[in-house]
């Protein structure tokens, strides 16, 4: 089973950039499905972006979508979500996930997700 480590996060104003990353250790990492959620304070956790485990299929929440990039290096058993034009509602606790989605349409929505890391902290000001 792998384990995932999240790094990246920080303070950015809003209009900026980071790219957050996601090692994960093990052999198995090509195995799984990966995917990235967030949790804002006093909200509930919610769905970013997934990617295939081959990364040839890439989803996105509406909310970010043209603006949040995933992406994997499966030599480097990493992923990254590349968040550009930050808004101060991006503000969250960013958590990878891996996992293996029955489906397409599972994975477009981060279901099957069963392992997670602890977070990284991004807050955009204003």
């Known amino acids: 089973q792998v384990q995932l480590v999240e790094s990246g996060g920080g303070l950015v104003q809003t209009g900026g950039s980071l790219r957050l990353s996601c090692a994960a250790s093990g052999r198995t990492f090509i195995s799984y499905d990966m995917a990235w959620f967030r949790q804002a304070p006093g909200k509930e956790r919610e769905f970013v972006a997934a990617?295939?485990?081959?990364?040839?299929?890439?989803y996105y929440a509406d909310s970010v979508k043209g603006r949040f990039t995933i992406s994997r290096g499966n030599a480097k058993n990493t992923v990254y979500l590349e968040m550009n034009s930050l808004k101060p509602e991006d503000t969250a606790v960013y958590y990878c996930?891996?996992?293996?989605?029955?489906?397409?349409?599972?994975?477009?929505?981060?279901?099957?997700?069963?392992?997670w890391g602890k977070g990284t902290l991004v807050i955009v000001s204003s």
């Open positions: 996930a891996a996992g293996v989605s029955p489906t397409a349409q599972a994975l477009s929505v981060g279901v099957g997700m069963e392992i």
């Open positions: 990617i295939s485990r081959s990364g040839g299929s890439t």
